[in-house]
């Protein structure tokens, strides 16, 4: 996928595109007789008749100014990224239907011509295109054209690059998402991490300056890299762009995955808080920042959080030659059908400026966009004579919600919710618990009060919030916890002596570690893995087509410990210190042994972290495996030791 990338300056000229390329300062700008003997034809008649200050053909009903094009040159990818399809890849359009070269760069010449100074040159993989370099070299020709840039992946970027900056590549975003080589496979689902770091220092040897990093943040995945990311731009002149998740149809968006842009910027202060904040330009996507002394710098494309839709100048033409105004749109004209049936320039301009008038104020977000506004009635039950007003309210939110994210979001109503005996207070805490419920799988976000991190996913149990000024216990069995739903604190007392995840009627919720110690914890954690002695000899020998398993189920175990609290419901979201996951291979039993270990400094203990990292190992062993036999056993899943807590060391004999 091709990451969103900056936006180039918005060039005010004072006639239109021939005065403008005229009165042009720019290294390739020509002689005010050209605008003369374009004036004379009939081309610089038609221009002169529309002349503005900047062509009305790129400026829409807002006013924006598109003077930047991205060009798709395939739909081709030598990577499966996980965000960006499906593993099998794409059905791809017949090469027929695909823009020519000859193609692209009349088109490109067409909109050079009504003021676009900037290009960009994307896919799939623009640079698996045989003539890649050619088309840059013809681009190079177009009088008024400033920038060529390429966005890539960086896989062949060592060798075409010298080639690319001779034919006149002035510009390049490399696409890299991790900086931990076994981790990239997992993401990319191919190798090759060594040729995209190849491919980025090229770039910097050839003097490009700053050479563009895009990385898609996604929480339980990279997020724990921001760090090592902001130290790459210590010596090198890069600009690591950290780019907000983003809802595309093929990656099964949810906003859980989505690190918000003042959540990263959180996490770097910590480390940095000597960064320092630069000016951009009007149009820029990007909130750049620098720390001092550092080469390079970082940078924030905020298209979740902050979309910048208002400042929007740029248009995509796809690889089969349809013409796209919005990256979220749907609406699409077809520039090589008209092309392709003879239609003249001045016909092309005409639907070009039509389709550019059409474009909306801002892009469809998710639905669920807006579900942050309404955090605060979940979290502030209404009094009494706001009830009425308020329930009225939720259930005319909850009327729309099928309508904005589809029918599957919700299929239970809301009725019946007003039972003999209960205060409104009372009918408020079960509707909400009965919304936060049913948007559980979809993450409603809070502030949190203590930090500038954006988002925190609410506790969906209707439970009562726990007092702060209360000292809380564990709950375990004579313990007790506390409430707000008086002004004093209210001793309550669990049903169960065993059970500490039960509360007094036997509801399902969670403990209470308010009130506990910090101190350090660790677990191990086992599993096994029988294949068969096919698989195995497959595995040990690297030969599987899904890639290196034993790699690939590493990470997956380490990233299952850092998604615990997601994926077991009543664990605590507890922050990590170490995650270690080994698999070795047992020959007697044609078996991959795992362990996995986990350590923090905290309040509650790490076991079904490991737990979770080794059942997630084991699970993607299966996985890579499936294929050449379902006769695979996962069994031993196990604690083998852990140390910490109130109840002591604990190792398994």
């Avoid at 010449?109 to 045989?130: A, C, H, Q, S």
């Avoid at 940095?272 to 904040?277: A, D, F, V």
């Avoid at 739903?485 to 399902?508: K, Q, V, W, Y």
Wanted: hydrophobic letters at 35%; proline letters at 4%; charged letters at 25%.
């Amino acid at each position: 996928m091709a990451a969103a990338a900056a936006w180039g300056r918005l060039v005010r000229g004072a006639r239109g595109a021939a005065a403008r390329r005229a009165c042009s300062t720019g290294a390739r700008a020509r002689a005010p007789a050209a605008a003369q003997e374009l004036q004379s034809s009939e081309r610089g008649h038609f221009l002169l008749e529309h002349a503005a200050p900047f062509s009305a053909f790129l400026t829409d009903s807002f006013g924006r100014q598109h003077n930047y094009l991205r060009i798709s040159l395939t739909e081709k990818c030598n990577l499966r990224c996980q965000y960006c399809m499906p593993e099998e890849g794409v059905k791809l359009t017949p090469k027929s239907e695909l823009l020519t070269a000859q193609e692209i760069i009349t088109l490109a010449r067409l909109f050079v011509k009504e003021g676009v100074d900037k290009i960009r040159l994307t896919g799939g993989e623009p640079l698996i295109r045989p003539d890649v370099v050619d088309i840059v070299g013809q681009l190079y020709k177009l009088e008024g054209l400033k920038t060529i840039a390429v966005t890539t992946n960086g896989i062949n970027l060592t060798r075409l690059l010298p080639r690319l900056k001779e034919a006149g590549l002035n510009a390049i975003n490399i696409s890299l998402d991790t900086l931990v080589p076994a981790k990239f496979e997992f993401i990319v689902r191919r190798k090759g991490f060594h040729k995209v770091m190849e491919g980025i220092h090229k770039a910097t040897e050839l003097g490009y300056r700053p050479v563009k990093v895009n990385c898609v943040v996604m929480r339980g995945l990279n997020e724990d890299e921001l760090l090592d990311f902001v130290d790459f731009t210590k010596d090198l002149p890069l600009d690591v762009r950290f780019i907000e998740y983003m809802p595309f149809d093929g990656n099964k968006w949810n906003f859980k995955k989505m690190v918000s842009y003042k959540e990263m910027l959180d996490t770097i202060k910590q480390r940095w808080p000597e960064l320092e904040k630069l000016p951009c330009e009007t149009s820029s996507t990007a909130k750049s920042y620098k720390v001092p002394h550092f080469q390079g710098q970082i940078s924030f494309i905020t298209s979740m959080s902050e979309h910048f839709c208002g400042s929007c100048n740029r248009l995509r033409i796809t690889a089969d030659g349809n013409l796209k105004v919005c990256l979220f749109g749907n609406s699409e004209v077809s520039l090589r059908d008209h092309l392709r049936s003879g239609a003249s320039e001045e016909e092309l301009v005409q639907i070009i400026g039509a389709a550019v008038g059409r474009k909306k104020k801002q892009h469809a977000e998710p639905a669920l966009m807006s579900f942050p506004l309404c955090q605060d009635a979940l979290q502030s039950p209404p009094n009494s004579k706001q009830w009425g007003h308020t329930f009225s309210h939720w259930l005319t939110l909850r009327a729309s919600l099928p309508k904005r994210k589809g029918k599957a979001l919700m299929k239970n109503k809301l009725t019946g919710l007003f039972l003999p005996g209960s205060n409104p207070e009372q009918q408020w805490h079960r509707t909400t618990g009965i919304l936060q419920t049913q948007l559980r799988g979809y993450c409603v976000f809070q502030k949190d009060p203590n930090s500038t991190f954006d988002t925190k996913c609410l506790d969906t149990s209707p439970v009562s919030q726990v007092s702060v000024d209360c000292q809380s216990r564990e709950a375990s069995s004579g313990s007790e916890f506390y409430t707000t739903d008086s002004e004093s604190c209210t001793r309550i007392p669990h049903a169960s002596d065993n059970l500490t995840h039960t509360d007094e009627e036997g509801r399902a919720t969670m403990v209470d570690v308010g009130g506990k110690p910090d101190s350090r914890r660790s677990a191990v954690a086992g599993a096994v893995v029988l294949l068969g002695e096919k698989a195995f000899r497959m595995v040990r020998q690297n030969q599987m087509k899904k890639g290196d398993v034993l790699a690939v189920a590493q990470i997956a175990g380490i990233q299952g410990a850092k998604l615990t609290s997601q994926l077991i419901p009543l664990c605590h979201n507890i922050p990590l210190y170490h995650v270690e996951v080994s698999l070795s291979l047992d020959e007697a039993r044609y078996a991959v042994v795992i362990h996995s270990s986990c350590q923090t400094w905290g309040r509650t203990g790490v076991e079904m972290e490991a737990l979770t990292a080794a059942s997630l190992a084991a699970l993607t062993v299966y996985d890579m495996c499936k294929a050449v036999t379902h006769d695979i056993v996962i069994g031993e899943v196990k604690l083998l030791s852990k140390t910490g807590g109130q109840r002591g060391a604990f190792s398994r004999v």
